[in-house]
């Protein structure tokens, strides 16, 4: 059974920092894509970054640019979202996704094929 596991989620004060992990298993995910993606309270789900199976491609939503940086360990089966100068508009349930489509930035969610459960970030001011 495909698993992707977040955590790394909290309570931080704005301008504070936090590392989210996603952890995958249950297959190997080689070749594919995974991104990050984040739904705040009564809005959409959104992008927030995406990386290429190597690492060498990354995208950022405008939001995002400058504050998060995405990476990811293929030996580990990791991704990960570095957050810093987090801002209250921040706060929302981050979630990961993968899948073998190179663009998870620009395609539909429904199409996405592998999801996480989700975990909370929330930036108080």
């Known amino acids: 059974q495909v698993q992707l596991v977040e955590s790394g989620g909290g309570l931080v004060q704005a301008g504070g920092s936090l590392r989210l992990s996603c952890a995958a298993s249950?297959?190997?995910?080689?070749?594919?894509?995974m991104g990050w993606f984040r739904q705040a309270p009564g809005k959409e789900r959104e992008f927030v970054a995406a990386?290429?199976?190597?690492?060498?491609?990354?995208y950022y939503a405008d939001s995002v640019k400058g504050r998060f940086t995405i990476s990811r360990d293929n030996a580990k089966n990791t991704m990960y979202l570095q957050m810093n100068s987090l801002k209250p508009e921040d706060t929302a349930v981050y979630y990961c996704a993968a899948d073998d489509l190179p663009n998870l930035h620009a395609v539909p969610q429904g199409v996405i094929d592998y999801w996480g459960q989700g975990t909370q970030v929330t930036v108080s001011s």
């Open positions: 990386i290429s199976w190597s690492g060498g491609i990354i």
């Open positions: 249950g297959r190997t995910f080689s070749g594919y894509a």
